[in-house]
């Protein structure tokens, strides 16, 4: 199975009619959900809201980072086409 970015749509012609994202808006979305993973798990571990809040800040652009390489993985492997 393979995914497209709105790119490889757009520029080729040829969507097979799956969800097309930008290459930034994947890593946001990977980035967001790992986000509201660990603040769930953050507060159910008993920490405040502002120091789970205050450590997802930190560590954003990171995790933007790591999501960036493993997207790149996935389209150097064939799985995303752009």
Do not use: C, P
Request: glycine share 6%.
């Amino acid at each position: 199975m393979f995914y497209e970015t709105k790119e490889y749509a757009e520029t080729s012609g040829m969507s097979d009619g799956k969800m097309v994202m930008y290459r930034q808006e994947v890593i946001e979305l990977m980035t967001n959900a790992i986000n509201d993973m660990n603040r769930k798990r953050g507060i159910e571990a008993g920490l405040r809201e502002d120091e789970v809040d205050m450590a997802i800040s930190s560590m954003s652009q990171e995790l933007r980072n790591v999501n960036a390489l493993l997207y790149d993985l996935l389209v150097d492997n064939g799985v995303i086409r752009t």
